[in-house]
């Protein structure tokens, strides 16, 4: 019976699943144009999934593990079904080698089922739960039909009995693994994720690489932003497809642990059902905090914020990152909540609360708070600053950035010339003719503002001569390295615990001893999950005689302080604040000083209410020491 109903199930099998891979691809294709080398993804496409993949899976050993098992059992699995029962090569190395697959795939499921007997919140249940069901049933079942194959069992064994189970077994297992794969279910992320790391919308994030800066804005074209799901680039909602509700993004996110109306995951879901069209109904993860699940509903062709999407669960992202880190799919969540800011401040002028205001002030005064954009040096006025326009030529041009109108940034500031001072190094600043890097304004969804600073700056910095631009702002140093170059600006451009490090190790500076106890370090998040530099800092610290007592939430886990993504400034209503959850985390690891790399985490950490840590910018920490000047 099996000998002629098992290739036609596989070829029915397989034959929906091609027409399913065409129908998925239509939905993809409703998005925009983006242009894709699609023989070179498709080629690395392999090496992207084994290896640049798997990097981040393997965060979670045990996962990693059970991935390799099932997914590589699967894979290698489905070639040889086709090889062996539809094209009928019984060649018994090649029924082995499937006997050996399905065993690794079902060895596989069976830490599947037992992660799902008591699953994390994070993850998603509904259709994911029958998931090890599906996997089992899929290894057992073609396990069982290759045993005469490879020689063990001989042809027709079990009688009728076991054949009509072995059929509802590949009834089953193929539909959940095969023509789910692309019709939908929990196998969906298959089909999708693989296409997803071909044509990826940032290729440069693949063998080691790093890419975080924000696409530019064509402010020619009739509608700016996204203002629906057909909006987004085609690969966009390829990867969104590609989910795998997981739940990583939603663990890390700061916004969903204060309480504010955002997560990750259920968003990334939010834009499938925008891109299929429907209802979130049968979404079976963690809701947005403080809407239930069932309200959402929209189409390709529909305003997102109108049913969705609620405006207020864009407005809480700090834009830290963390979930694009974390995310084993390598989705970008950060570009698609940009991209749908834009419309809302671009098109519809909805920036919340203070921020239409700041926008107006980064216009009218070039700085956030309105402040008299003549009295940027005024910080300055004792310290006999070098100007660029007096010398023309530095080897270091000193980027104040925005801190210069800030009393506390200020001595950060102060700290860092006095470092610069005592070293010894050929430096000046632009003074006057600095404006605001756009960081805020851009990500607060205003490209046109954004890109006016940036080409001013520009402009003014192609008047002289430099070879590098150091800042104690990682928001500037982020946008200054990465987003300029769009319009330009290509530079060389270090944060100043890079740079302060450097002068150590060249002998540029004699540093005393550190005389406290029990030091922390908060990572920026745009100078480490942006930028990847967690080294510099710590080295500076364990020069200075400290020795970390690292948070549990550091390095790449690093939790935001709340301070970016122009969160302070929208001020989403949430069940706590960011900066108490962090300032928690240092005095869980009896921090008395909570050492850090920017003026914007200073300030954030520095407002949670007292006693706490004392917050310390890097730079204060090394001038407190500074012996004396070296030339």
Known sequence: MLDWLLPLLLAIALGLMAIGALRRISLWRAGQAAPVNIFAGLMAMPRRYLVDLHHVVARDKYMSNTHVATAGGFVLSLVLIVLVHLFGLHHQILSWALLAA????????????????????????????????????????FFIITLPAA????????????????????????????????????????????????????????????????????????????????????????????????????????AFAAGQPLNPKKLIQDMVVGLAGGTDAKYAGSPYPGIDVGQAQGAPGKIITDGLVKADTLWSC??????????????????????????????????????????????????????????????????????????????????????????????????????????NVNFAVLGDEERDSGDVARRLGDDATFQALAKHNISVLSQYKFKRIVTTDPHAFHVLKNEYGDFGGRYEVLHHTTFINELVKQGKLRLDQFKGSNVTYHD?????????????????????????????????????????????ITDIPGERRIADMRMEDAKAVGAEVVAVGCQQCTAMLEGVVEPRPEIKDIAELVSEVLIEEVH
């Open 102 to 141: 399905t065993a690794l795939m079902f060895t596989g499921a069976l830490f599947v089922f037992k992660r799902r007997t008591q699953p994390p919140a994070r993850l998603s249940k509904g259709p994911w739960m029958r998931l090890p069901k599906s996997l089992l049933v899929f290894a057992a079942t």
């Open 151 to 254: 020689g063990i069992l001989p042809e027709n064994f079990g009688g009728w009995v076991l054949a009509i189970l072995l059929t509802a077994g590949i009834i089953y297992g193929l539909g959940e693994m095969v023509f789910g794969m692309t019709w939908g279910g929990p196998m969906k992320h298959a089909f999708a994720g693989a296409l997803h790391l071909a044509f990826h919308r940032r290729p440069e994030r693949f063998n080691g690489g790093r890419s975080t800066g924000l696409k530019p804005v064509n402010l020619a074209t009739d509608s700016l932003g996204v203002a629906k799901p057909a909006d987004f680039k085609w690969n966009q909602l390829l990867g969104f497809d590609a989910c795998v509700q997981c739940g990583r993004c939603e663990a890390v996110c700061p």
């Open 318 to 423: 700090t834009t830290c990152r963390a979930c694009v880190e974390e995310c084993p799919m390598m989705i970008e969540h950060v570009d698609a909540i940009v991209d749908m800011r834009r419309f809302l401040t671009l098109e519809k002028g909805e920036t919340p609360n203070k921020g239409a205001e700041v926008l107006e002030n980064l216009i009218a005064t070039d700085n956030p708070n309105g402040f008299d954009p003549q009295s940027r040096m005024n910080w300055a006025a004792d310290q006999n600053l070098p100007a660029m326009a007096e010398v023309k030529e530095a080897e270091v041009l000193f980027w104040v950035s925005d801190g210069a109108f800030d009393m506390r940034s200020q001595r950060i500031l102060r700290a860092f010339v006095k470092i610069l001072k005592a070293a």
């Open 524 to 568: 920026p998040c745009y100078l480490g999950r942006y930028n990847g530099e967690y080294d510099s800092p710590r080295e500076l610290l364990k020069v200075l005689g400290i020795e970390l007592k690292e948070m549990e939430r550091s390095g790449f886990r690093s939790r935001c302080c709340g301070g970016g993504g122009g969160a302070p």
